[in-house]
């Protein structure tokens, strides 16, 4: 459990690679994950404002301390 919560606190949320698409004129982001509990791939498509939403979420609150 360490080990995976180092990892996690160590790294970006998400790799730029995982971006699959970006267009500017409409501002939709293509991005996919992998489900480790199915092991399936999963696109999704949405508008640059909810994509930034979902990407924010796991940024720490201010003076939070992400050491175990």
Do not use: Q
């Amino acid at each position: 459990m360490r080990k995976l919560f180092s990892r996690y606190a160590g790294r970006c949320v998400m790799a730029e690679n995982r971006i699959t698409e970006y267009n500017k004129e409409s501002k939709i982001v293509s991005c996919f994950y992998n489900d480790h509990k199915d092991e399936k791939r999963y696109d999704i498509t949405d508008n640059v404002i909810d994509f930034i939403n979902r990407l924010i979420i796991h940024i720490p609150n201010y003076h939070f301390l992400t050491i175990w």
